[in-house]
């Protein structure tokens, strides 16, 4: 049986877990700054404002299908022997208000999404019914309320729909519109920077050569901050000089909101990225996680120029932590779990 080695034991007793650095990192972040977009251009934005019902939805008793419109009490009997006979009273179309009141041994018409009569406690699907000129036959009872949509059923006015900090979908385009949002307020996009160090790197196009492998980090990260609907990003492929290092990464810094770096971050001799950003003026939150590959992970915030922060992966182009994205839209409601927490700055 193998002895553990009390380095190793007094480095996981400091390490965060992965979930613990996910949440420091989420509820670090700061939220940037709002502003006013049209509703044709919120899709793919983060809301920094709660979505609040403006009406009541449905806005009144709709119908569900296409049927009839009657008295449950009128039909209690039907059935396919005995269907019960009512007197049509007229037809009931989407988008036309309903003025008159449904009567007792009578039934109206009503397509899909029409409101319905007052008087009418159910609808009868069309499919259990036959009509004739001046009446219809009822072949099945209804229950009150069957299929009909009662007003403010989903949502009454004045209700919160959604917090602050969703991301707006197409669902929640279609929500936005539904309660009559033209403007809305969203969180501005976060001006993203990709830093990747290394002399062995090489751009895509170019031929393998001895001790050197191909850039492969810059690219997948740049199509995963994209894909958040992030439009500001850049990438730099920086070398392992370290004064030259310093000022790519000050320029860096004073143009993002956030800054992710690939390198750079662990003990070896050519790891400068880590004490450089601590020259810098970044305040380290946390460095290196309880996972492998990927350990020397390092989380910090640049509060100098109220930058979002710095995430960074190291160990090469493999060492990439498992789980979830690390990434955090700006706004979003985020907070550590409870429980027990690792210490955020190992000692």
Request: hydrophobic share 40%.
């Amino acid at each position: 049986m193998g002895i553990a080695h009390p380095r190793r034991i007094v480095e996981a007793r400091f390490m965060l877990t992965w979930e613990q650095a996910r949440s420091c990192v989420l509820a670090r972040t700061p939220v940037l700054s709002r502003r006013r977009v049209r509703l044709e251009a919120a899709a793919g934005r983060v809301l920094a404002e709660p979505l609040i019902a403006r009406n009541d939805s449905p806005p009144f008793d709709l119908s569900a299908v296409d049927g009839f419109a009657v008295h449950p009490k009128d039909v209690a009997a039907a059935s396919d022997a005995k269907p019960v006979r009512l007197r049509l009273a007229g037809v009931l179309r989407a988008g036309r208000p309903s003025t008159g009141r449904l009567g007792r041994g009578t039934a109206i018409k009503i397509l899909t999404g029409a409101p319905v009569p007052r008087g009418a406690g159910a609808v009868v699907m069309q499919e259990y019914c036959r009509e004739e000129a001046a009446s219809v036959e009822v072949c099945r009872p209804v229950a009150a309320g069957e299929n009909i949509r009662p007003r403010g059923g989903e949502f009454r006015k004045g209700r919160k729909v959604l917090p602050s900090g969703t991301s707006v979908t197409p669902p929640v385009v279609g929500l936005l519109a539904a309660f009559g949002y033209t403007t809305v307020f969203v969180h501005e996009q976060p001006v993203v920077t990709i830093v990747v160090t290394g002399d062995e790197l090489l751009s895509p196009s170019q031929q393998l050569k001895p001790g050197k492998i191909r850039d492969a980090n810059s690219y997948a990260l740049a199509a995963a901050v994209r894909a958040l609907g992030i439009e500001k990003c850049r990438t730099m492929r920086l070398t392992d000089r370290p004064a030259l290092l310093k000022r790519q990464l000050a320029d860096a810094l004073s143009r993002s909101d956030v800054l992710l770096a690939v390198g750079g971050m662990s003990v070896g001799d050519c790891d400068y990225v880590r004490p450089i950003l601590g020259e810098l003026g970044v305040r380290q939150e946390f460095w290196r996680v309880a996972v492998k590959p990927g350990k020397p992970v390092y989380f910090g915030l640049f509060p100098r120029l109220g930058r979002a922060g710095i995430r960074e992966r190291d160990g090469g182009q493999d060492a990439r932590p498992p789980g979830a994205s690390w990434s955090k839209k700006a706004g979003r409601d985020a907070r550590p779990p409870r429980g027990r927490r690792g210490s955020a700055r190992p000692p």
